[in-house]
């Protein structure tokens, strides 16, 4: 199970860097989760399945804040073995500047903490940004799923990383 935000800030409280912070996100968060889908995706979530992903034992998203609000989250499901990240967005303007690494790196070392075995992802074989942080983190390419992207009918990539 991810930590509560009472345990995610008490843990890592030292990740608040240039007035940036961590926090886990809560159903509350789902409207703000839905504007940046919507900037960042071209099949956002809607506001409802954001809202409704909470409800999900095995849902955990965490935020990116600075000061005028939420900047960028990464969502997954987990199970006491592995973790599948669905999500990371970082909102246009914010781009290049190391969020999407710094989201990225907590979910992989608090998976590490919780003995989980495997972290797994897809993304789209356009996405060489995308692609460039996973590798860069440690993530290797472990298959394709052909023409998975609806809109687009581009194919997704697979990308696995495991602690040891």
Known sequence: MFPS???FTGDFSHVAVKRLCLKRLEARHAEAMHAIERKCFSLPWSEAQCRAAFEQRAF????????QGLIGYVS???TPDE???LNIA????RRRQGHARRLLRLVLR????????GVALEVRTGNAPAIALYE??????????RRYYVDTGEDALIYTWSPS
Do not use: T
Not at 90 to 93: C, I, K, L, S
């Open 76 to 78: 997954l499901y987990h």
């Open 60 to 67: 955990a998203a965490f935020g990116l804040f600075d000061r």
């Open 83 to 85: 973790v599948e990240i």
């Open 136 to 145: 860069g983190c440690g993530f290797r390419r472990a298959g394709v799923r």
């Open 90 to 93: 970082v909102v246009p303007p």
């Open 5 to 7: 935000e009472k345990e």
């Open 110 to 117: 608090l998976a590490r903490r919780m003995g989980v075995q």
